[in-house]
């Protein structure tokens, strides 16, 4: 490579787009930080790849069954609020009581175990079993069960997944 001026030209660096994305991005990052804690960022990543692996697995896996439905969706955007905020209130406690990470920890920890293991359900209900080990299926029968469980009463409670018609369908008849 050549050095030129061009190699300088910082101009197209400045555009409006940079400038929409920097000022989008820093009160995003302010807030994450101080929900959350500077350097808990990292963890709370990691529990946001769990949940969105989670979620990804158990729409495959609703699908599959034939027990899939937007109300539960609606309910599980909830439910994952809540996982959300419990980390912040740990995260909280810590500032409070000068604890470094213990309560985030305990909070961030144990939710992204409790994902995790429904993930891996959700995974092996998908089809998606042959990448699992065995040891590791046999670590989540229980909650492969209680998934399984779940789904056929869904399908007698609702009548879901008996005929091909979605939610929005049968809402508009």
């Known amino acids: 490579m050549r050095l030129s001026a061009a190699v300088f030209n910082v101009k197209?660096?400045?555009?409006?787009?940079?400038?929409f994305a920097g000022g989008l991005s820093a009160p995003i990052g302010y807030v994450l930080e101080g929900l959350y804690g500077a350097n808990n960022l990292f963890w709370v990543g990691?529990?946001?790849?769990?949940i969105?692996?989670?979620?990804g697995s158990g729409i495959a896996a609703a699908k599959k069954d034939g027990v899939y439905s937007s109300e539960y969706g609606r309910v599980g955007v909830i439910r994952t609020a809540v996982m959300l905020l419990f980390p912040v209130l740990g995260n909280l406690f810590d500032k409070a009581l000068g604890t470094p990470g213990f309560f985030f920890f305990f909070f961030a920890g144990g939710i992204t175990y409790h994902t995790w293991m429904s993930m891996t359900a959700n995974f092996a209900r998908a089809g998606w079993d042959k990448w699992i080990p065995n040891w590791m299926l046999e670590k989540i029968a229980s909650e492969i069960q209680a998934k399984t469980q779940r789904a056929l009463e869904r399908k007698q409670q609702f009548g879901i997944g008996t005929d091909n018609t979605t939610d929005e369908q049968k809402a508009a008849e």
């Open 12 to 19: 197209s660096i400045f555009t409006r787009e940079v400038f």
């Open 46 to 50: 990691i529990m946001l790849m769990v």
């Open 52 to 55: 969105a692996f989670d979620w």
